[in-house]
């Protein structure tokens, strides 16, 4: 399906010419100011995920992510401390005041995860997973929706129609990153889906250079590249000690690169007549 | 992740070199012969159900497929006939006496589908929905798991892996095409991904042809190319009247169309050595 | 581009309904019978060309490919023989009779590797070296274009129309698998571009399991789907022994493999209504 | 092949720590500056190609370009003025003093080519004609060399190795976009090979944000998003009316769009610390 062709009533740009807002615990996304939000892939403990709290707000960041129930692609590998995970969640954003984004993979959980989380996250591997989408559909709680890893830009869209249609019209989009041949990243950060979704949808988008990339290293020159293409947003992991992190420690900043990192963000959101939240 | 450093204790060809045959309701798929499964994408009324379900028989399928709850890239596309498709699965089963196969979508609805399927299928939009993969893990009744669009065979076995590892070893793979650079098919049919899965997994592999290409005129070359690559079996969509189909139209097979087919498949199984179930 | 609004006068099915047969000493791609071409990647010594050529011969080969100037990603690794190459070519077509195909790859060589070749072939990292193109398209030898990795088929045929604008019909096309995101394969073989070709091109199309893997193990089943989906031939790496070959060791068949694969190749062509060639 | 485990001794980052510097005409790439190079996609006559070379020079460009030769998918599109098109980027070189940068396709035209151009272009579909390759490499001249559709980061910097080893090592990278599932762009501009290459090459990299979408009205985002990720220039498509134009109007930039972009492109270049050359 092209995307000019794509009929999506309540996502697409028409149905809100001057760009929606989404609102979460004070925070803007969609509006003139680029969000960061950073945290750790996955919550490990009190200590871990505290002092990320800290450092990432200290930094600049407006959100906290954080994982306690994680997708992950073998059976044997961390799943995240769950409803543990929640309440430590819930700890960090009473001690520093961020809103908080986590996933939810089981529509069963979602009261439960709602008490904790500020932004539901639905995550690539669930952007299809039509039940998921209509029961965060009818929460009244803004919904990040990352896009899948191979679905074309009209398809995204499309998922974000099923939350929409089910009455919920708070949705972020989130590109984090497609499968491509290349082999030297984790993905291959699709940074034309920033004006492409820009254009045909009223949503605010944000990008995942961590997922995106799967390599340190490479976020801050990635971060500053989504700003500059436009995007409303940004999604970073952090971790104190990223060697040990039990989930995704190739991708994450320590807090001091992510700290220089946000100087480098602030700089380009400004050349291209932004700022930062 | 390479397949050949694969960590999958319970998916694993070495669990069970001499491979796994998984029964539903007096069919064998892993053994000797190859099985075909048959019938409409979309299950849309009686006569059309019925008439491809006696169709189908009549021409040597031995499993009855039909969507009742129908994943749908757009919320305004049929949704399928739910409840009530279930309700014509079970009658189509009581008449013709094929087990069907049908796909769940909400692990809320797990108890429902069973009434009336003998083989749950998890397609591929839900290939890693590891809350759905955890549930039907817990149940006794084959699992049919397709690839994901853009799944590396390594994390397809590790999906399999996940449903395993909660209690369920009735797992049945189907490749279905992949999502490439190549517009002129729906999907590109990975048959290198039969010899391949065969050769890491002891569980039966089949494929669908017609979703593989979504083209289909295809089809028949393609269920061939199939058998002869090595795989257990087919899954092949058939419509009394394509071009009125509510999903998938293009792909599917007249039943005339179907009895051609089955007798050019089960020439090749012959030729590979194999007869047709 | 759309494969069905393609213009490809010369090459599009409609110029000639019934089909081109191409004939290269004395052999027909193209005809009622499927035709196998056989030989090492490379020809690296004396010895090693005339003991293969011998026995995939004897096998049932009615064509010796072998590399006399090889293209290789890295410049360190070996380059063929070159001329020597060639005249071992062209002692090996003397011995055994079989007609020979070799890859060119520079312009400015054509009238002296055509002086040892039956069939010029044009390499998928030429697939859209249209210089090359178009002086091959001068010769009154057959030229077998290989698939570009990434080429869609509507590019495939126009690479092919290049060619016959030149004034040489004598075209043959060969699937090689293309470039996707599974790396547990060298390539992901496209059977699907067989029907599809045929469909829309007069050409013979043929398959090169070899390449299209990488994985020698593979090959024997690849080699029958190709020919179960359609193929009017096919392309196969061997080599007396396969762990000391100078390039692409890996998805080489021994004599005794070779053999072997020609049994079960000619029992999936009678089922599909062909012979061997 | 991993990009860690590339074997290149001439085009690895080791081999010169600090960068190459490429210069042509007075302009250097690889040092502090930016460096933009805009121009047509082919010469179509003296009037549209001298107001072009008028108009990015006004601008801020550096770098004239256009193509003389046109390597095109279909034989029967416009192929450039060829000879004359030469004769013409040789009249703006010397009326605007721009060096100029065009495509040689056919090894036997180097002289002639050489005779208009200051830096040779190889385009994406010769990134491995290595025949082409060695010749450019005997050449004193600069090399822009455009990464394959589908060549990976560890191949691409091989092709930049064949051109080194034959002794020429002023070569210029330039990613232009990558072949993959999503249909809404031409291409997929793949902004992390960037830093990707910055950190295993010495050599400058640039980026084509025209050829890499396709659609003009994203080139302005792109080329900003390639400067914050770490470009060293950018190679950017310019006509005078684009609806007019031969070849790739749907990418080209009016004279007043570039020029808005130039002051863009500016200030995310002074964001970044460094400046427009």
């Known amino acids: 399906m092209s995307i000019d062709a794509l009929v999506a009533p309540l996502a697409g740009r028409q149905a809100r010419p001057a760009g929606t807002v989404v609102r979460a615990g004070g925070v803007e996304f969609g509006g003139p100011a680029v969000v960061v939000a950073a945290g750790p892939c996955a919550v490990e403990d009190e200590d871990q995920l505290l002092s990320a709290a800290r450092a990432v707000k200290a930094a600049g960041a407006r959100v906290l992510r954080g994982g306690?129930?994680?997708?992950?692609?073998?059976?044997?590998?961390?799943?995240?401390?769950?409803?543990?995970?929640?309440?430590?969640?819930?700890?960090?954003?009473?001690?520093?005041?961020?809103?908080?984004?986590?996933?939810?993979?089981?529509?069963?959980?979602?009261?439960?995860?709602?008490?904790?989380?500020?932004?539901?996250?639905?995550?690539?591997?669930?952007?299809?997973?039509?039940?998921?989408?209509?029961?965060?559909?009818?929460?009244?709680?803004?919904?990040?929706?990352?896009?899948?890893?191979?679905?074309?830009?009209?398809?995204?869209?499309?998922?974000?129609?099923?939350?929409?249609?089910?009455?919920?019209?708070?949705?972020?989009?989130?590109?984090?990153?497609?499968?491509?041949?290349?082999?030297?990243?984790?993905?291959?950060?699709d940074l034309g889906a920033v004006p492409m979704l820009k254009r045909h949808t009223h949503l605010p988008v944000i990008v995942d250079p961590s997922h995106g990339t799967g390599v340190a290293w490479m976020v801050p020159a990635m971060a500053c590249a989504a700003v500059a293409a436009g995007a409303d947003g940004l999604l970073i992991e952090v971790h104190g000690q990223p060697s040990r992190a039990l989930s995704d420690g190739g991708q994450a900043l320590t807090f001091d690169e992510f700290a220089g990192t946000m100087g480098r963000i602030a700089a380009v959101a400004s050349a291209v007549g932004r700022g930062l939240a």
């Open 68 to 189: 306690a129930y994680k997708p992950r692609t073998s059976p044997y590998s961390f799943q995240g401390l769950k409803t543990d995970g929640l309440k430590l969640l819930a700890l960090a954003r009473a001690e520093t005041g961020l809103p908080v984004v986590t996933e939810v993979m089981d529509a069963r959980l979602l009261d439960h995860v709602m008490a904790c989380a500020d932004i539901l996250q639905v995550g690539s591997r669930n952007m299809q997973n039509f039940t998921l989408l209509e029961e965060v559909g009818r929460c009244r709680v803004p919904v990040l929706l990352k896009r899948g890893m191979s679905a074309t830009l009209a398809e995204y869209l499309l998922a974000a129609e099923h939350v929409m249609k089910h009455g919920n019209g708070q949705v972020i989009l989130c590109e984090r990153g497609i499968r491509t041949f290349e082999p030297s990243t984790r993905n291959t950060l």
